[in-house]
C-alpha cells in the first residue's frame, strides 16, 4: 500500500480539518465545567439515556469495529457477524438487566472498586493493574489505524501519522474529561454512519445483489450457523459449540459485563433507569452495524483477490481499499474521516477509562489516599498523557499482526475472561469468598497465558478458534478455583454483601413506567429482532 491509494483533494482535507477542529473545540468548551473528580471521570452522573446509549456503542465502533470487523468479513465471511449477534447482544442486556443496578447503586466509580468491596484489595488491586496494562494495549490498536490511516492519506511516515493522531485524543479528552469523550462519540456516531454507509450498496449494486455476491465466495461464507456443526466445515474453524460458549458466553459476558471502557458510559447516566436503559438501548443498533463493517468485508473479498495474500494488501486494508474504489473526491474526504473519527471514539473510550482506574484504583488507593478533587484532576490529566505516550508504543504491536480483530480478541481471552468469572461468582454466589476470588482471578489470567504459549493456534484451526477456546478455559479455571478456595476460607457477612449480592440486594421495579422505559420489556424486544435475524441468515 503506497502513499498514492487515495487521490485526496483540498474538498477532502477541508472536511478532515473542520472535524479536528469541531472535536478539539468541544474539549475546550467542556473545560470549564470540570470542577469536580465526578465532572471529569464521570460526567456528573447526569447525561441522559440517548446519549449514553450512542456513546456507549460508539465506544466500541472503533479500529475493532472498522478495521477489524470489515477484515474478519473479508477472512471468515457471514459467521463474524457471530461478534454481534451471539457475542455482544446478549451480554448487553444482561448487563442492563441484572449487572447495572449493582454497579449504578453502590455509587462506585470504576469495575475494579466494585471487587474491592465485593472481595478485598487484593483483587481489586489485580484488576486494576491488568485492565490498565489491556486498555493501553487496545488503545494502541485505534492509534495505529489511524496512523495507518494518515500514512496511506497523505504519505506522512507511520511514525508521524502515530504521533499526529495521538496529540488530537490527547488535547480533547485531557481537557473535558469523559464528558467530552462522550459528546465526542455521539457526533462520531452519526458521522461514522453517514461516511461509511454508502460502501454497502454501492458494493452490492456492483456485484449484482446479495446473492451474486455470495456466489463469488466460499460456500461457507454466507451462512451464519448452517456450517457450524463441524469445524472443518467453516473458514473460522468453530463449532456451534465454540461459538455459543467460548465466543457468546465467555468472551461476550466477559467484554460487555466487566469492561469499563463500555461500562463506565451507563456510570455516567443520570439515574438507575438510564443506567441500565444505556447497553439495552445500544442492542438495537449493534444489530445493525455489521451491514456497515462486515458486508463490505464480503464485497471486499470478492473484488479483491489477493487481499490477505502473501504479498498481497492486509484484510485490515479491505474498508479502506473500498473507500478509494467507491468516493470521489469531496465525499472521499467524509469517509475518510469517519474512520478516523472510529479510530479516535476507541481509543477515547480506553483513555478515560485508563485514567478513571489509574487515579481511583492504584493512586488514591495506594499512592495518595487523601486529597482534594483539583488534585486528582490533575494526576488524571498526568495519566492521559502516560496513557497516550505509552499506547505509541504499543501501536506497533497491533501493527505486527495481520488482523487487528485477532489481536484484540488474544487480550479479551487473557483478561476480560478470567473476570467474568469471578463476576458471576461474585454477584450471583454469595458463598464466594474475598481469597476465592483473588486467587480465582490470579489462576485464570496465569493460565490464559499459559495455554496461548503451549497450545499452538494451528491446533484449534485459526487463531480466531484459539481466541474462543482459550477464553473458555481461563474462565473454567477461574471458576473451579474460586469454588475450591471458597469452601476453604470464611465468606463475609450478610450486612458486608448487602447491595453487592444478587440475593441480598433490592430489586428495581418499573411497572408503573410506559413500556418503551423498561429495561425488561426492551429487553425482550431486542431478543425477538436477534432471533429472527439469526434464522433469516442461517
Known sequence: MNKTLFDAGVVDYIVIIVYFVFVIGIGFLLKKHMKSGEDFFLSGRSIPTWITGLAFLSANLGALELLGMAANGAEYGIMTAHFYFIGAIP???????????????????????????????????????????????????????????????????????????????LVYVGLGGLTSSIYNEVVQFFLIWLGLLPIPFLGLHELGGWHQMLAQLPGSFGHLWGDTMHASQNAMGISWIGIILGLGFVLGFGYWTTDFLVVQRGFAARNLRSAQNTPIFATFFKMVVPLLVIIPGLIAAVLFHNLGKTGGPSYNLALPMLIQRYYPPGLLGLGLTAMLASFMSGMAGNITAFTSIFTYDIYQAYIKKEASDKHYISVGRWSIVIGVIVSIGTAYIAGSYPSVMDYMQTLFSFFNAPLFGTFLLGMFWKRTTAWGGFWGLLCGVVGAFVAYFAIPAEFYGSAQAGNFWRALIAWVITMVVTIAVSYFTKPKKKEELTGLVYGYSEKPNYKHLAWYKRPGVLSIISLIILVIINIWLW
Do not use: D, H, Q
Open 91 to 169: 451480554a448487553m442486556i444482561f448487563l442492563g438487566l441484572y449487572m447495572m443496578p449493582f454497579y449504578y447503586s453502590t455509587k462506585i466509580r470504576s469495575v475494579p472498586e466494585y471487587l474491592k468491596l465485593r472481595y478485598n484489595e487484593a483483587t481489586r488491586a489485580l484488576n486494576a493493574v491488568t485492565f490498565a496494562v489491556m486498555t493501553i494495549l487496545v488503545s494502541g490498536i485505534s492509534l495505529y489505524s489511524m496512523g495507518l490511516i494518515f500514512k496511506v492519506l497523505i504519505g506522512w511516515s507511520l511514525t508521524t501519522s502515530i504521533l499526529f493522531s495521538a496529540v488530537v485524543v
